[in-house]
């Protein structure tokens, strides 16, 4: 098996150049607007921000309703079930990116950041992004639990 991640390193670097561009760009903003991120979190920011982090970063890689979107970096692999699918990183320049969109995990610290910064900016609506997102995970545990439990 040929290890290509040399090949890729400049795809990485893309990819990392981005968040590090998008976080300095966020914090610029706050200045500007004379706010500054709170010196502490609210416990039911955290855990409800963990939730809504954990469900939209699993959608977003991989709910088969969203492939439109990773479908220029990825390639169908096969369906999950669930409604979920897993697609697979293209090659060549799109990789790097193909890479990051299906992989929940990858996605987080770029979703939890964006999270923390709007809570600087707009709590409100944070919250309500968060809200939305920590109850459809729990819903789509309680469906798990549902067929699990039905017995007809």
Do not use: N
Request: net charge neutral; with cysteine; hydrophobic share 45%.
């Amino acid at each position: 098996m040929h290890d290509d991640t040399h090949e890729r390193i400049p795809g990485y670097a893309g990819v990392l150049a981005t968040y590090g561009t998008t976080v300095v760009a966020a914090g610029v903003a706050l200045l500007a607007r004379g706010d500054r991120l709170p010196g502490a979190y609210r416990t039911s920011d955290l855990v409800l921000g963990a939730l809504a982090t954990q469900k939209f970063t699993r959608i977003l890689a991989k709910d088969a309703v969203m492939t439109p979107l990773r479908a220029p970096f990825t390639e169908f692999e096969k369906p999950l079930g669930s409604g979920e699918v897993d697609d697979r990183p293209r090659e060549g320049p799109a990789h790097a990116v193909g890479e990051l969109l299906t992989c929940p995990f990858c996605l987080a610290p770029w979703t939890a950041t964006a999270y923390v910064v709007a809570l600087a900016l707009a709590p409100r609506a944070a919250r309500a992004w968060a809200a939305v997102f920590s109850i459809v995970g729990a819903a789509d545990a309680l469906q798990h639990v549902y067929a699990r439990v039905r017995t007809d």
